[in-house]
């Protein structure tokens, strides 16, 4: 279906109302990551419907709930003073002040977190929030465990530089899947490990590296771009 | 309870603050939006064990998410309600946990809450939108409130109206569109 502005204009607000179901929500998913122009337009609705959210009386939830958020986010220790940080947190967020020196504005579109049914593929865009295109879009071909990468509007890593693709597991360090060109279509086979750990998490990350990749085998440059695949 | 420009500043240093995995601002802002937040997910659900997990999972998205947020995708606390009413929805279709709908849930559910229709949009901070909606058609009008507060899907539109689900889901279409006229002007 063609993305005219009358069908993301009705879409959009069906969208952010509840109404789009099923395979036309998860279709206009896929258009919202491709297109900033699809995402200002439901975020309009956001912002305009959310005005109704304004007139629903408070309630106040049992303390249970919070104790719960803390606990499915820190474990057993509660201390919210422990610097101590789980996963994605001990190399991604270090890096946060980086990427906002730097102003690389970075914004993961979609994020769907409803299991993934068997069967299903992955795919997604990394994307820039002062560009209208995508860097680059991901998708995955199950079969081969295949991800390939087209890019869109990625530009050239500085030089000496190259850009350098992971798996960001949901515990642990991330997994490289070696280092991507600016340009062109780049398929990247994973291995067992890799696509189990992205099949959980469905997070990618592209660091900045020395020409050739990460010397180390974790990151050791600023993380450019993280960004949540959704499947099919 | 309209928030004030001075209300919005303090949900976004908190929001810079949980970005940078600061578990005290985090605290901060649940205590100060949780009731809120609850609120919403409790009248779309209508049902409190539903309501505290998507609030929990709307939390935890928040937590993740923070660093995410941009101005252009609304304020903070609207940015972040869209994303406890989307879980709600989610988690509602995930277990099919919607009754079946009768002409009497419209005015009065047996859970005890008010009929979606009966609290005033007129009070809230909203009058754009509220004045805007005072165009609508009532159909158009009330099929866009349902969706919103109560999650229904074009068939349980249907039938809370009346209606085929062809002519519901034309008053949607065209209830949101001069909605969408009417606030851009």
């Given at each position: 279906?063609?993305?005219?502005?009358?069908?993301?204009?009705?879409?959009?607000?069906?969208?952010?109302?509840?109404?789009?179901?099923?395979?036309?929500?998860?279709?206009?998913?896929?258009?919202?990551?491709?297109?900033?122009?699809v995402r200002r337009e439901v975020w309009f609705w956001e912002e305009k419907l959310g005005a109704l959210a304004e007139d629903v009386p408070e309630n106040q939830p049992p303390a249970s709930v919070w104790k719960n958020i803390e606990r499915r986010l820190w474990g057993a220790q509660e201390q919210p003073t422990q610097a101590e940080v789980r996963g994605i947190g001990r190399?991604?967020?270090?890096s946060w002040s980086l990427l906002a020196t730097a102003a690389v504005l970075v914004l993961a579109v979609v994020m769907v977190q409803q299991p993934r049914p068997a069967g299903e593929q992955l795919s997604?865009?990394?994307?820039?929030?002062?560009l209208e295109?995508?860097?680059w879009l991901v998708s995955e071909s199950g079969a081969e465990n295949l991800l390939k990468l087209r890019s869109i509007a990625a530009s050239e890593a500085e030089a000496g530089k190259d850009y350098e693709l992971w798996v960001v597991p949901e515990d642990g360090q991330p997994l490289s899947l070696g280092v991507i060109p600016a340009g062109g279509v780049h398929r990247v086979r994973l291995s067992d490990e890799a696509r189990e750990a992205l099949s959980r998490s469905r997070t990618l990350a592209i660091s900045l590296e020395p020409a050739g990749g990460s010397p180390t085998g974790a990151p050791t440059g600023p993380i450019l771009h993280v960004t949540k695949l959704y499947s099919l | 309870m309209a928030q004030t420009d001075a209300d919005?500043?303090?949900?976004?240093?908190?929001?810079?603050?949980?970005?940078?995995?600061?578990?005290?601002?985090?605290?901060?802002?649940?205590?100060h939006i949780a009731a809120r937040?609850?609120?919403?997910?409790?009248?779309?659900?209508?049902q409190r064990e539903l309501a505290e997990e998507a609030l929990q999972d709307a939390f935890i998205q928040i937590w993740h998410r923070a660093g995410e947020y941009h101005s252009d995708?609304?304020?903070p606390l609207s940015w972040m309600m869209t994303i406890a009413?989307?879980?709600?929805?989610d988690l509602i279709r995930a277990r099919k946990a919607r009754q079946a709908v009768s002409d009497e849930d419209l005015n009065e559910l047996d859970d005890g809450r008010e009929g979606p229709l009966e609290f005033s949009v007129r009070e809230s901070g909203a009058e754009k939108l509220t004045g805007c909606l005072d165009e609508l058609s009532d159909v158009q009008r009330d099929s866009i409130l349902l969706s919103y507060y109560r999650g229904f899907t074009h068939e349980e539109l249907a039938q809370a109206l009346s209606s085929p689900i062809g002519t519901v889901k034309s008053w949607i279409r065209r209830g949101l569109m001069a909605l969408k006229r009417c606030l851009e002007q």
């Amino acid at each position: 279906m063609k993305k005219t502005p009358e069908r993301i204009e009705a879409l959009a607000a069906e969208f952010v109302l509840g109404s789009l179901r099923g395979a036309a929500r998860r279709r206009f998913e896929q258009w919202m990551m491709e297109s900033a122009r699809v995402r200002r337009e439901v975020w309009f609705w956001e912002e305009k419907l959310g005005a109704l959210a304004e007139d629903v009386p408070e309630n106040q939830p049992p303390a249970s709930v919070w104790k719960n958020i803390e606990r499915r986010l820190w474990g057993a220790q509660e201390q919210p003073t422990q610097a101590e940080v789980r996963g994605i947190g001990r190399w991604f967020w270090p890096s946060w002040s980086l990427l906002a020196t730097a102003a690389v504005l970075v914004l993961a579109v979609v994020m769907v977190q409803q299991p993934r049914p068997a069967g299903e593929q992955l795919s997604g865009a990394i994307v820039q929030a002062n560009l209208e295109d995508p860097l680059w879009l991901v998708s995955e071909s199950g079969a081969e465990n295949l991800l390939k990468l087209r890019s869109i509007a990625a530009s050239e890593a500085e030089a000496g530089k190259d850009y350098e693709l992971w798996v960001v597991p949901e515990d642990g360090q991330p997994l490289s899947l070696g280092v991507i060109p600016a340009g062109g279509v780049h398929r990247v086979r994973l291995s067992d490990e890799a696509r189990e750990a992205l099949s959980r998490s469905r997070t990618l990350a592209i660091s900045l590296e020395p020409a050739g990749g990460s010397p180390t085998g974790a990151p050791t440059g600023p993380i450019l771009h993280v960004t949540k695949l959704y499947s099919l | 309870m309209a928030q004030t420009d001075a209300d919005q500043d303090q949900l976004m240093r908190l929001l810079m603050k949980i970005a940078q995995q600061d578990r005290r601002a985090f605290q901060e802002l649940y205590e100060h939006i949780a009731a809120r937040m609850f609120g919403l997910c409790l009248r779309l659900s209508g049902q409190r064990e539903l309501a505290e997990e998507a609030l929990q999972d709307a939390f935890i998205q928040i937590w993740h998410r923070a660093g995410e947020y941009h101005s252009d995708r609304g304020a903070p606390l609207s940015w972040m309600m869209t994303i406890a009413r989307y879980r709600t929805l989610d988690l509602i279709r995930a277990r099919k946990a919607r009754q079946a709908v009768s002409d009497e849930d419209l005015n009065e559910l047996d859970d005890g809450r008010e009929g979606p229709l009966e609290f005033s949009v007129r009070e809230s901070g909203a009058e754009k939108l509220t004045g805007c909606l005072d165009e609508l058609s009532d159909v158009q009008r009330d099929s866009i409130l349902l969706s919103y507060y109560r999650g229904f899907t074009h068939e349980e539109l249907a039938q809370a109206l009346s209606s085929p689900i062809g002519t519901v889901k034309s008053w949607i279409r065209r209830g949101l569109m001069a909605l969408k006229r009417c606030l851009e002007q």
